[in-house]
């Protein structure tokens, strides 16, 4: 719902069972950030404690900072294998 990530309107919900993250591009840009790795973060932050995250296929970029994020919360973190180029 809305631009995703930290900002998501989603992130009123008090409990969430799953989080996600759609395919990464360059939307948003003024509240996002204006590169991919500003960009990416933004997305990332709507992971949360306690709650799994769920990745569509990505830039490998991506996926290895949306892990990276994951691992640094200790959540499960699960993605379809492809990677975009």
Known sequence: VGMGGRLDATNVLSKKTVTGVTLLDY?????????????????????????PAFVLPQQVFMLTFCSFCSNELKIPFLSQVRCLS
Not at 29 to 49: C, H, P, V
């Open 27 to 51: 939307d948003h840009m003024e509240y996002l950030g204006d590169t991919i790795e500003l960009i990416a973060a933004e997305k990332a932050g709507i992971f949360l404690k306690d709650v």
